[in-house]
């Protein structure tokens, strides 16, 4: 949209595990309230991209940067508080990792860890969470019963509920239905639908047919080059990259 | 290792059975050709018969590339090509109409010396018969550039039919009697002008396949 500011703004960052270039000269520009797809074979760089954006790479030894990575206009590295960016950029992990305690504890310990104590309001934000998650009514009569018990597809639910409660702003989430049955997929993929009206969302998915039916951008990544990226429905209808159009219509050899 | 192995065998399946509707259609419209040369009411009563298995194999591919659309999931070249599919299949079907008409138009003038102007739908099948063979084999090769050129032989299926329509206007009001026959006529003349746009509709379907953008050709 014109003039708007982009919600994340990627510009020539390169990254290395140790010797290793794991990912080159990327820039993507992802506009607010939009889901971007990154699609690419194994071992292609996207979810080590996905993670620069929280700095979860920072956890991992060896680790190097360069380019610039802005969230609303401000450098990720040097003008962002990496504990705040982490509240407002969440995560959201292929296997669903509820935490061994409650589905209430689950969803208000971020709150708290944040320095939230009191109950009512604690309240609120979890039957919030879990609201805007889609899991409220499957759950609200069992709040104090373990997350663990849980179905895959609830327990994803209630992870992204989690994320919710903190209340980010960006929603990273890392091949969040590979693990899940095609019904938790599909009730997933609707909240996607509908959680991009407040946030914006980047996901990474070896499910192309996912990636066509949720997103309104997607990245194509091999190699650790971004070869393409443009609106889903050029990537899908007429790439410009014949890499692209090989990977998509899942043509090697 | 090459992959979907299984999905390119069942394109190539699917266009076997394009081309041999294609080909159906082209001999369709050759024969009521020379029917309509010969006076040979046998060989147009073939035509007719024929296009029920025209209409049968339409039917069919469509119900093929519906399947692959739905089992396959393609995406960009491919969904672009069994898209195109339909398209080829709905113009031919068309084409193999205008063919039975032409058909029927030497069953209703047979009996009757003919009109000289049937000279010009003479070329116009021609011409539209080169047209169709042209067009599949375009689509078949994925050439744009040869859809190009089968699409500009149109203009000479246009050329045809106008001179027709001149011609007999005039043969309508000289001769008042024959306007019964000669209105037959025109008629003729307009499925054979409408084939040769089916045809460019393949034209430019082709070109929709190769390139994704829609484009007028002969405008």
Redesign the interface.
């Known amino acids: 949209m014109d003039g708007v500011c982009p919600k994340i703004d990627v510009r020539n960052l390169d990254l290395w595990y140790g010797e290793t270039q794991a990912l080159k000269k990327v820039n993507i520009s992802v506009e607010p309230n939009t889901i971007t797809a990154l699609i690419g074979p194994s071992g292609c760089g996207k979810s080590t991209f996905l993670r620069v954006l929280d700095r979860m790479n920072d956890l991992i030894a060896g680790v190097r940067t360069e380019g610039k990575v802005l969230y609303d206009g401000k450098d990720i590295f040097t003008d962002i508080d990496v504990i705040e960016l982490r509240k407002k950029v969440g995560m959201v992990f292929q296997k669903p990792n509820p935490f061994p305690m409650s589905i209430y504890d689950n969803i208000a310990y971020g709150p708290r860890v944040h320095g939230i104590k009191e109950r009512k309001v604690l309240d609120e934000i979890v039957e919030k969470s879990l609201a805007d998650a889609a899991l409220l009514d499957e759950v609200k009569d069992r709040l104090g019963k373990p997350a663990l018990g849980l179905s895959g597809g609830q327990q994803q639910r209630l992870c992204i509920a989690r994320v919710l409660a903190v209340e980010p702003d960006v929603l990273l989430m890392d091949e969040p239905t590979s693990a899940l049955d095609p019904i938790s997929t599909a009730k997933i993929e609707s909240l996607l639908d509908e959680l991009k009206r407040r946030y914006t969302i980047v996901i990474v998915t070896h499910n ?2 996912q990636a ?1 039916r949720v997103s309104d951008t997607t990245g194509f990544f091999l190699q650790g080059e971004l070869v393409e990226y443009a609106p889903t429905k050029e990537i ?4 410009r990259d014949v890499r692209t ?1 090989n990977y ?6 | ?4 192995i299984q ?1 390119t065998e069942e394109l190539t399946r699917l266009n076997r059975d394009v081309l041999t509707m294609g080909a159906r259609v082209e001999e369709d419209l050759r024969k009521a050709l020379q029917a309509l040369r010969a006076g040979d009411l046998a060989l147009a009563k073939e035509v007719k018969a024929d296009d029920e298995l025209v209409n049968a194999l339409q039917l069919k591919i469509e119900d093929q590339a519906a399947v692959l659309i739905a089992t396959q ?8 090509e069994l898209v195109t599919v339909f398209k080829v299949t709905d113009n031919l079907e068309r084409a193999g109409d205008y063919a039975v008409h032409l058909a029927k138009a030497v069953i209703k003038l047979a009996g009757e010396p003919p009109f000289r102007q049937i000279g010009h739908l003479e070329k116009m099948a021609e011409i539209g018969s080169q047209m169709i063979h042209g067009a599949i084999e375009a689509y078949l090769n994925h050439d744009v550039e040869a859809a190009r050129r089968v699409a500009a032989l149109d203009d000479g299926i246009d050329h045809e039919h106008k001179a027709l329509i001149g011609e007999i206007l005039t043969l309508m009001k000289e001769r008042p009697e024959q306007a019964d026959r000669a209105s037959k006529l025109l008629r003729t003349s307009g499925y054979l002008e409408r084939l040769g746009d089916h045809m460019t509709n393949v034209c430019e379907a082709v070109v929709f396949m190769e390139e ?1 953008r829609h484009v007028e050709l002969n405008e």
Do not use: Y
Request: hydrophobic content about 40%; overall charge positive; proline content about 7%.
């Open positions: 192309m047919q066509g899908f209808f007429k790439p159009e998509i219509s899942g043509r090697f050899g | 290792m090459t992959t979907r999905f999931a393609p995406v960009a070249r491919d969904l672009r994704g």
